[in-house]
Nanobody
């Protein structure tokens, strides 16, 4: 079992930055690939970014490539999402998730989810 708790969300103006954190507890954190997803009102949850077990591989949605950076610190059991040049369309609840194996871009591959943190970008 893995417990995930997101933090770092908030209200920011367009063009600004936020850094999300996801703290994990439970089984060995480094055994899991980690992902960030987001869900805007009235829309389906969508993939944002993912990182492999040892941070050797990263994946990004086209909509955030070049603006967002995912990283992890296995010593701290934490994964981060640095979000720069934020746009109003980035407004959503952001979720952290963990998966033991599979395609990290697929929501169905993730076994554990946090409760989310709200990110609001004003224009």
């Amino acid at each position: 079992q893995v417990q995930l708790v997101e933090s770092g969300g908030g209200l920011v103006q367009a063009g600004g930055s936020l850094r999300l954190s996801c703290a994990a507890s439970g089984r060995t954190f480094s055994s899991y690939a980690m992902g960030w997803f987001r869900q805007a009102p009235g829309k389906e949850r969508e993939f944002v970014a993912a990182i492999g077990y040892s941070a050797g591989s990263t994946y990004y949605a086209d909509s955030v490539k070049g603006r967002f950076t995912i990283s992890r610190d296995n010593a701290k059991n934490t994964v981060y999402l640095q979000m720069n040049s934020l746009k109003p369309e980035d407004t959503a609840v952001y979720y952290c998730a963990a998966m033991p194996a599979g395609d990290p871009r697929l929501i169905s591959e993730y076994d554990y989810w946090g409760r989310g943190t709200q990110v609001t970008v004003s224009s």
